[in-house]
């Protein structure tokens, strides 16, 4: 309806009515007379949003409003004016106005002053400046809402809001390539009745600090997804003990540690997905969050989940971890205990089930294992076939051929694994229905024989059996160096940063490739293939070469790249039983850069220093050719300084 003039006489009609909202939003109004508002001496909720009016129709509005009745005003888009009514905001001062909703209008900044009465306050879209005193004179505001802004800083500007129970700031308008966005130490530390912090698509870079969220003690919903934090900061959650829901996905994240989410001891739902996590051995990250019960680690780079990594999750009812490079696991994942219902691994590189694997989903109510490139030539395709028919739990799209097909061989390429025909692939394996008793029997006796006369043989000959086996051990070293000279296409693969590749090029490799006996590098930036991801060429490039080199600086550490070539070259060569490592210090790390896992890969393998010292650049070459050329000396000379 179109209603574009307002007159004194438009509401004598409803005088003295019990008339209490009015919503006259898209209407049209351009003009609104003086008295207009007079006979509406109830009215305490009125909408005014996406009407063309002008300075003068606003003063003309707060004449006629009565002031002590109004308590909720709605004025969004306001598109006709260049700036919004900063005298209609003066007139509120004081009034006893509950709730504001002025979203995409231009406001310089929100006019200081006693609003004492407002509990509701959205800015979305505002070009508002907020300064340390822009709330000031707020004190029962609970509600506020600043989306779609350009704020650069959060400081102080709430301290004074201490009754805030939900806050929105997402969505920075400013963003850009060079784009930061900064929340002091301590910004939120009076907020102790905030339960819902809205943090998305905002610029934080770099980390989480310890006190960053200091003082949130009743939040219970924290959404900080879509930036650029590649660290969260050890008890960087610590005051967050009442916080139910976390969202930390889409940053650059890509290492926890055991203190990582300490303090969320209530946490239910913890949602790290898109970012560049893969789990290290030694770590326990859901120590702290006993009562977690749905973990999300979608579209990460891990390519294990320790078995212990769950064992304290008694709680656990989903884990979604979709979208990795997760293959198959050779020790049960899931504890026994847990409440887990639903596990969700599709699109990683599980080749075929081991029997861990088929433990684990026991216990499940919902299994999803599509889009995995399943070897059909593995021995457990058979019980594969047989549990998929059989299985009650709930296995999703089960009936869509292309989701769950075979990857290999190649003559069942793309054969849905319920209708592939295992007979002349699965020739080797031992049939199910082999009598599983003597096979124990005819395993078992035999060895608990021949352990006896082991023991006696020992006890008889221990010297001698031990000269011997000395003896062997060398000629096996010098004989597995000449069998496996030829097994690699590269003596090493050499992992730098880009900084480092002057370096790599005028130093490295005219004095390895170019000694005698000729060394081969596989080097990226000459040997990688261009049709294929840097991913698969680095997995390719260890596994071709004898040794992998890692030339660590300072740079190197801050490339999450670099960080991902290490964690492979230690996973492929753990899994090859290969110690072929070989670390390079162009220079001193910086101690906040040494992770623990850096720490331990230095201390227990081949690590040579460079040195600007022209004799010891000679002792460098020899050592480094040395290292790369005797691969059977490295079980004993681990450590070179």
Same mark, same amino acid.
């Given at each position: 309806?179109?209603?574009?003039w307002i007159d004194e006489t438009d509401f004598l009609p409803l005088m003295n009515s019990s008339l209490e909202a009015l919503d006259l ?24 949003? #996406? ?22 005003? #709605? %004025? ?10 900063? &005298?209609?905001?003066? *007139? ?29 306050? /959205? ?66 530390? !009076?907020?102790?009745n905030l339960e819902v912090l809205y943090l998305s698509y905002l610029p934080i870079r770099k980390s989480i600090r310890r006190h960053t ?12 997804? $879509? ?7 050890? =008890? %960087? ?9 976390? @969202? ?51 579209? !990460? ?12 999750? $008694? ?9 990795? #490079?997760?293959?198959? *696991? ?37 299994? @999803? ?7 059909? $030539? ?29 990857? /290999? ?44 006369? &082991? %023991? ?6 221990? *010297? !001698? ?21 030829? =097994?690699?296409?590269?003596d090493a693969f050499i992992s730098y940063c880009e900084k480092d590749l002057p370096w790599i090029r005028k130093e490295l490799v005219p004095?390895?490739?170019?000694? /005698? ?19 698969? !060429? ?20 801050? $490339? ?49 220093? *460079? ?31």
């Amino acid at each position: 309806m179109l209603i574009r003039w307002i007159d004194e006489t438009d509401f004598l009609p409803l005088m003295n009515s019990s008339l209490e909202a009015l919503d006259l939003s898209s209407c049209m109004v351009t003009v609104i007379e003086e008295a207009a508002f007079k006979p509406l001496t109830s009215l305490s909720s009125l909408n005014m949003s #996406l009407n063309p009016m002008s300075e003068t129709a606003f003063r003309n509005m707060s004449y006629s409003l009565h002031i002590e009745s109004l308590r909720e005003f #709605l %004025a969004e888009e306001m598109t006709h004016m260049s700036y919004f009514s900063a &005298a209609f905001l003066y *007139w509120l001062r004081g009034s006893n106005i509950e709730s504001l909703y002025l979203s995409r209008n231009r406001l310089v900044s929100f006019p200081v002053g006693n609003y004492p009465k407002l509990r509701v306050l /959205e800015l979305i879209r505002c070009n508002v400046v907020l300064r340390d005193d822009a709330f000031i004179g707020m004190p029962n505001l609970e509600f506020l809402t600043v989306k779609e802004h350009e704020v650069p800083v959060i400081g102080s500007q709430f301290l004074t809001n201490r009754r805030l129970k939900i806050l929105d700031l997402s969505n920075y308008i400013g963003l850009t390539a060079y784009s930061l966005f900064e929340i002091k130490d301590y910004a939120f530390k !009076n907020q102790i009745n905030l339960e819902v912090l809205y943090l998305s698509y905002l610029p934080i870079r770099k980390s989480i600090r310890r006190h960053t969220f200091s003082g949130l003690v009743n939040l219970r919903k924290l959404i900080l997804s $879509s930036g650029f934090v590649e660290l969260i900061e050890e =008890r %960087a959650f610590e005051d967050l003990n009442s916080l139910i829901h976390l @969202d930390m996905s889409y940053h650059l994240i890509s290492t926890l540690s055991n203190e990582t989410f300490f303090g969320l001891k209530s946490v239910k739902n913890i949602d790290l997905r898109g970012n560049e996590i893969s789990f290290l051995n030694d770590i326990h990250p859901f120590l702290q969050t006993p009562n977690l019960e749905i973990l999300t680690l979608n579209s !990460n780079k891990i390519i294990n989940i320790p078995g212990h990594i769950f064992l304290n999750l $008694s709680y656990i009812s989903v884990i979604q971890a979709a979208d990795n #490079l997760i293959q198959p *696991w050779k020790e049960e994942m899931l504890p026994k205990s847990s409440n887990i219902s639903a596990l969700i691994v599709a699109k990683n590189r599980i080749t075929h089930f081991t029997r861990e694997m088929f433990n684990d989903v026991k216990q499940l109510e919902f299994f @999803d294992f599509s889009e995995n490139p399943i070897n059909c $030539s593995s021995c457990s395709t058979t019980e594969l076939q047989k549990w998929m028919n059989q299985t009650n739990i709930s296995i999703s799209r089960l009936y869509i051929a292309d989701e769950y097909a075979c990857k /290999e061989p190649s003559s069942l390429e793309g054969v849905y694994i319920l209708d592939a025909n295992l007979s002349s692939v699965l020739t080797h394996c031992l049939p199910v229905e082999y009598d599983i008793a003597k096979v124990l029997y005819c395993t078992f006796v035999p060895l608990f024989m021949l352990g006896f006369i &082991a %023991a006696f043989v020992w006890h008889q000959w221990k *010297w !001698n059996i031990r000269y011997f086996i000395f003896l062997a051990r060398s000629r096996a070293r010098r004989y597995k160096a000449q069998v496996t000279a030829d =097994r690699y296409a590269f003596d090493a693969f050499i992992s730098y940063c880009e900084k480092d590749l002057p370096w790599i090029r005028k130093e490295l490799v005219p004095n390895i490739e170019d000694g /005698e006996p000729t060394i081969r590098l596989c080097l990226p930036d000459r040997n990688f293939d261009a049709a294929h991801s840097t991913m698969d !060429n680095v997995a390719a490039a260890i596994e071709h070469s004898r040794t992998t080199v890692l030339v660590l600086s300072n740079e190197y550490m801050d $490339s999450n790249w670099c960080r991902f070539d290490m964690e492979m070259a230690q996973h492929k060569l753990f899994e090859d039983t290969r110690s072929g490592l070989i670390l390079i210090l162009l220079e001193a790390i910086h101690k906040c850069k040494m992770t623990k896992n850096l720490q331990y890969v230095i201390r227990t393998r081949t690590c040579i220093a *460079w040195t600007n010292n022209l004799t010891g650049q000679k002792l460098f070459w020899e050592r480094l050719r040395a290292a790369i050329m005797k691969p059977e000396d490295k079980g004993i000379l681990t450590h070179i300084t």
